[in-house]
């Protein structure tokens, strides 16, 4: 039985009195982030949250913050990217059969507000435009790797070397905002539409290597059962097309 359909039972059977005691008890649902899968996770707690009257709090952390709320609590999902999902398996702090790709986050390029955007349709035009550009911004994370190995691949590692300022502590946009530098890579559907920046387009051809999240139950989760049922909805069919709102894709299945 799908989520909605679950729901609506559920709310027939409180309806006609049938319901277990304390079934029908509405879950607050905390949902640690990661910065790429954020506005996705968003969308999809907000449809949740309407549809099964549970409370859904989106909250994204990093490092010493993170770490504490994944070890003591208060939460009950988790998403990242495969290899940070890997290591809260192996430390016991997530269920592993409940490890569920999700979601696929494509790259992309913008400039600073009304700067003139530069041509990236094709992989030659995306090399001239970094060869042209006096300073590049991109992360150390997922996208970081396959934005410095797309580089790489067009032989332009070194010759970008001294023009490239990595970023930590939020995302690139923000640093383009401020003009610490004059082009930004990152994933798309966290650059789209911020405020001081202008979106110029996604990564040509195979230099566009998305970006994958997985959600994934943590042991310490006091809502289990509405938590399994959050994880059920991020990959149905009705999620889909709430996560490309945001400008990624639901994960391949």
Do not use: W
Not at 70 to 91: Q, Y
Not at 140 to 160: D, K, V
Not at 169 to 186: K, W
């Amino acid at each position: 039985m799908g989520v909605r359909a679950t729901i609506v039972a559920a709310c027939m059977l409180g309806a006609l009195g049938l319901m277990p005691q304390g079934a029908a008890t509405a879950a607050d649902l905390i949902i640690l982030t990661n910065q790429g899968a954020t506005p996705g996770v968003k969308e999809l707690a907000a449809a949740f949250a309407r549809s099964s009257g549970h409370k859904v709090t989106v909250i994204q952390e990093e490092g010493a913050a993170l770490e504490q709320r994944i070890n003591t609590g208060p939460a009950d999902l988790v998403t990242g990217n495969p290899p940070a999902i890997e290591a809260l398996v192996k430390n016991g702090r997530v269920v592993a059969s409940t490890v569920t790709p999700f979601v696929l986050a494509g790259l992309g390029l913008s400039v600073r507000a009304g700067a003139p955007k530069p041509d990236i349709s094709t992989v030659e035009a995306y090399k001239a435009t970094l060869l042209a550009a006096k300073s590049i911004g991109y992360s150390r994370g997922c996208s970081g790797t396959n934005i410095g190995e797309g580089i790489a691949q067009l032989g332009l590692t070194e010759p970008l070397k001294a023009r490239t300022i990595f970023t930590s502590g939020g995302p690139v946009t923000d640093f383009l905002a401020r003009g610490d530098f004059e082009i930004g890579i990152q994933q798309t559907n966290i650059m789209v539409g911020v405020p001081g920046t202008d979106y110029v387009g996604p990564l040509p051809g195979s230099l566009n290597k998305p970006c994958p999240s997985s959600v994934a139950l943590l042991t310490s989760s006091t809502e289990q059962d509405a938590a399994r049922a959050m994880i059920t909805f991020m990959i149905s069919p009705e999620a889909a097309p709430l996560l490309r709102k945001t400008h990624v894709e639901p994960a391949k299945r």
